[in-house]
């Protein structure tokens, strides 16, 4: 069948995948070597030195693509190197729009790296399309989406503000980390990158640092091919192989994640000691008709407050877990736990965080695919402590 015909649940395993041409192997080769024989010079198989192409990074770059619905994927060493990537497209004068509610590795590389090279960040209230159309001007190059958004679970109306954006040389980026290409396809809806900390859901499971970007232009897919090889920000052949492993089960992780999820809020939304929770899948939630629109689920993604909204309830409740992990990162086969004000966004300053209500009280969930029996027997106990 022709890939085109395929639906994502088979685009997981073949898509942008062929079995290997000299031995067949139906697993794409680690090819571990950083240089590749010229016959002469400049004249070779496709593949020279490894920071500029690698065979098993190519393949996984097929895989984004296919997965995507995109003409070209791009693989970095993390998800920050390829957010990093796309700001290396912008230049001094240029000017950002993002959301208030940012993952805080975001946040920090915009603030802390790029804002000192006279790149200039709004931050708005992306749900709120007249805020977003008030900091439009002649100088925004860049509108950069998360949906859902990081720990909130706010939900950005993607169509909405790429109409909105139809103006030559604005570009709409959207990190689709939380949702996946299972879920949800920004490009499908008008954005023209879309990117991924492989790290976390693709990968699913905890055991590698990876970055991916799909689009559809040629020649901004050119220009970010040349910003990956001058930078050198690659992933090396053995994540990238371990990444394509990843993606072959993605569809179904996502299921279980998500089916575990909507048992888990159910009963967070029962329990006394639980003031509010935040998931996209909600019908109280205040974008839950966007998520409908643009996701096929709600993720596996939620966060909670507690009652008493102190960082000693939280650290209390975080310490008395034994299921779940407390640690960073998300998206593995196994829950894990976490603080944001101290952990993900404790670069964003403190008034920053307080305005979008990431307070101490506030925990984030990571819900991975253990029997949600067990994971809610978990809560139970910790929150009973």
């Known amino acids: 069948m022709k890939e085109q015909e395929l639906h994502f649940n088979s685009l997981t395993i073949h898509g942008g995948q062929e079995p290997d041409e000299s031995t067949g192997a139906v697993m794409t080769p680690i090819y571990q070597s950083s240089t590749f024989i010229q016959e002469a010079p400049g004249s070779h198989k496709g593949y020279a030195y490894s920071r500029s192409k690698n065979p ?185 192989f371990l990444t394509l492993r990843g993606i072959k089960t993605l569809h179904l992780r996502m299921q279980r994640h998500c089916e575990n999820a909507r048992e888990i809020v159910a009963f967070l939304q029962e329990h006394s000691k639980i003031e509010k929770v935040y998931w996209p899948g909600l019908a109280a939630h205040p974008n839950y008709e966007i998520a409908r629109k643009q996701m096929s689920d709600f993720g596996g993604m939620l966060s909670f407050r507690l009652k008493e909204n102190s960082r000693e309830a939280a650290f209390k409740f975080l310490s008395s877990l034994k299921l779940i992990s407390l640690a960073e990162s998300l998206g593995g086969v196994e829950s894990l736990a976490g603080h944001p004000a101290t952990m993900t966004h404790a670069s964003i300053p403190l008034e920053e965080r307080l305005k979008v209500g990431i307070s101490d009280g506030l925990i984030r969930l990571s819900i991975g695919i253990e029997d949600h029996r067990d994971l809610i027997t978990d809560l139970k106990q910790a929150l009973a402590e």
């Not at 993952?103 to 200039?120: E, H, P, V």
């Not at 570009?171 to 954005?191: E, H, R, S």
Request: charged share 20%; hydrophobic share 45%.
């Open 56 to 240: 098993t990074r190519s393949a996984l770059e097929k895989s984004i693509a296919s997965l995507e619905a995109a003409n070209h994927g791009i693989a970095f060493g993390s998800g920050l190197a390829a957010i990093d990537a796309v700001l290396k497209l912008l230049k001094p004068g240029d000017e950002v729009i993002a959301s208030t509610d940012l993952y805080g590795g975001t946040y920090r590389l915009f603030t802390s790296i790029f804002s000192k090279y006279d790149i200039a960040f709004h931050f708005v209230d992306m749900s709120n399309l007249r805020e977003v159309q008030n900091a439009m001007n002649p100088r925004i190059k860049l509108i950069w989406i998360e949906s859902p958004t990081n720990p909130m679970m706010a939900l950005v109306d993607i169509k909405a503000l790429c109409d909105m954006a139809q103006k030559p040389g604005v570009l709409v980026a959207v990190d689709n980390t939380f949702a996946t290409p299972c879920l949800q396809q920004p490009l499908k809806l008008g954005a023209d990158i879309v990117v991924h900390s492989a790290t976390k859901y693709l990968g699913g499971h905890s055991d590698l640092v990876l970055g991916l970007i799909a689009l559809n232009d040629k020649e901004l897919a050119e220009d970010l091919y040349a910003i990956q090889n001058a930078s050198g920000a690659i992933c090396g052949p053995m994540d990238a």
